[in-house]
Structures are given as structure tokens and as C-alpha cells.
């Protein structure tokens, strides 16, 4: 990746006695990028998340946020940071607006245009004026987003963003989250349990288990040259089988009634269809399956529960 990243975490460990609960932890974070993050109960993400924002001290290893040092220039390296850990607090007996001038005087230098800018962005303009206590969850869910990202941070946290809002209200905030990262090239990293909900928000995953981190990777899987299981289901398995072995170096056919299950790329995939439709096979239906993050998590973590 050309970018730099916004965030670095650098060879991370956290030690309470002789426990190691966060274990030589490297992660780099882009800007525009929507990170998840993800691990079982007690897998460390807490703990690295507290120590990304200053409130302990790693063991060893180091925190860089916009090219500073966490340990060293804190109040700079704070400066590029926003968050909202699950339900964020706000006056509610003040408006929205009210709340953001109060939040815009303790940062400084924050415009009466830019509070403006933001409520547009979180698409607050009709019930600004009203006050917190009238909003919906996810209205004040919205709120606390563009308390957030007042300041213009580089980067935002985002520890169980999506508590108790029903589907509508996910579904809007993930858009606002995704617009937010893209117009303002924001880094973004999200901790939540909702899998399928990480699976719909985040360009990639990072997953932690027993403090170590144990993969990271692309969300988007739309690689025409990655490898996925697909179902022919076609008029002639055993014309289409004798086809495979003749013509094809796939090793891993199977035929179950009526259906040829296989692991090629998308690319040999449409070339398969070609070579059966030509030499007379009907090619009724073609599935690409796919696990589930969930499936993948599970997988990766052996079972352990998600928290």
C-alpha cells in the first residue's frame, strides 16, 4: 500500500504480573480505511484500544499516531484522535447544536462553518435545534459521530458503535461512517460482536486471540483471481466431470447429485461455463459459496466467543 499509514502500533506488549495480555502487537492503520476489530472475551482489544489513547502504558513497544509519538508527544498525537465508546454522553437537555458549540469551545479553534459542515455530514440538519433528550438512539448516535470528528481528527475509534440501534439505524449510521472515511480520508477502527454488521462496515479485519494478533484481511473477497468454491449444476454431470479431467488441472471435483463442486477463481469459473455450453452440457445454475465472517472467526479462533 502506497499510503502511509495514520496509525502505527509497533511490536505492542502489555504485561500486568506475569501475565502477558497483549503480545508484540504490529498494526498499521490507512487513512480511508475502515478497520475491524476483532477478537474473543479477554482477547486483549480493550486493553489495546486504552493503550492507542494514552490511558496505560505498554510494557514495551510503541503507539505512532500521524507520524508522533504517543509516549513522547502526547497532546499531539492525541489531537488526531475522535471516539465513541458505545453510547456517547451528551447534555440532553441542551440541543444538538448546543451540545456541538460546547464541545467546539473546550477543543478551540473549531468554526461556526465547520459544526455546521459536520451536522450536514451526519445528516442532521432538520432536528439539530431540538433537544438531545427528543433525538432516537441513533439520531444521538449521529450526534456523538460529528462530536467526534469535530475537530477534524486522522483517526476514530469506534468501540461498539452500533449498541441497541435496530437494523435501520445500523444501516444509516454504517452509511455515514463510510462517507465520513471516504470524503475525509478518516482511519477508522471499529470494535464491536456484531459480525455481519463488521462484515457490511469494514474494508478489512484485524483479529486478536489470547493477545496476538492472528490475521488481517480484506472484507471486499471481489479478487477475480481468488480462489472460491463454486456449484455447476448442469444437465450432464458425467460429460461435465470427463470434460473437467481432460481439459482442466482442478483436483478437488466433487458430484453430488446432479451438482459439480469445485475450487477455481472467477475467471476459470466463466471459462468452465464456456467449455460446457460448447460441447452441448446446460449449465442450469452457478453458485459461488462463501463462508461467512462469522464462519471465518469461528475457524480462526476455534470457537471461543466473540466480545
Known amino acids: 500500500m502506497s499510503q502511509q ?13 506475569r501475565k502477558t495480555i497483549i503480545d508484540n502487537l504490529s498494526l498499521d492503520l490507512y487513512p480511508g480505511q475502515v478497520t475491524g476489530f476483532l477478537g474473543p472475551n479477554g482477547a486483549g482489544k480493550t486493553t489495546t484500544i486504552r493503550m492507542m489513547v494514552g490511558l496505560i502504558k505498554p510494557t514495551s513497544g510503541e503507539v505512532m499516531i500521524d507520524g508522533h509519538r504517543l ?15 458505545e ?33 450536514k455530514q451526519v445528516g442532521l440538519e ?19 459521530l460529528a462530536q467526534a470528528i469535530l475537530h477534524k481528527p486522522k483517526f476514530l475509534i469506534l468501540d461498539e458503535p452500533t449498541n441497541g440501534l435496530d437494523p435501520a439505524g445500523i444501516r444509516e449510521f454504517r452509511m455515514y461512517l463510510r462517507k465520513i472515511a471516504a470524503e475525509d480520508g478518516v482511519s477508522v477502527l471499529v470494535s464491536s460482536h456484531l459480525l455481519s454488521e463488521i462484515e457490511l462496515m469494514c474494508d478489512r479485519i484485524a483479529v486478536i486471540q489470547q493477545g496476538k494478533l492472528i490475521t488481517i484481511r480484506s472484507v471486499e473477497g471481489n479478487d477475480q ?83
Not at 498525537?77 to 465513541?84: E, R, W, Y
Not at 433528550?133 to 439520531?139: C, F, H, N
Request: proline share 2%.
Open 5 to 17: 499509514p495514520v496509525v502505527q502500533l509497533k511490536h505492542l506488549t502489555k504485561k500486568m504480573g
Open 71 to 85: 509516549n513522547q508527544d502526547y497532546t499531539q498525537s492525541i489531537s488526531q484522535v475522535g471516539a465513541i465508546v
Open 225 to 307: 483471481h481468488q480462489n472460491k468454491t463454486f456449484l455447476f449444476e448442469v444437465s450432464n454431470p458425467a460429460k461435465a466431470l470427463k470434460l473437467i479431467e481432460e481439459h482442466y488441472e482442478v483436483n478437488n471435483v466433487e458430484e453430488t447429485k446432479g451438482q459439480l463442486q469445485l475450487t477455481i477463481n472467477k475467471e476459470q469459473a466463466a471459462e468452465l461455463n464456456r467449455t460446457f455450453v460448447e460441447n452441448g452440457i446446460a449449465v442450469y445454475e452457478i453458485t459461488a459459496l462463501r463462508k461467512t465472517l462469522e464462519d471465518e472467526f469461528l475457524e480462526m479462533t476455534g470457537g471461543e466467543q466473540i466480545g
Open 126 to 144: 432538520k432536528r439539530i435545534h431540538d433537544k438531545v433528550q427528543t433525538y432516537s438512539l441513533g439520531m444521538r448516535q449521529r450526534l456523538g
Open 87 to 119: 453510547n456517547p454522553e451528551m447534555y440532553k437537555f441542551m440541543s444538538g447544536y448546543q451540545n456541538l458549540i460546547h464541545f467546539a469551545r473546550l477543543q478551540g479553534n473549531i468554526t461556526k462553518q465547520r459544526i455546521e459542515d459536520v451536522v
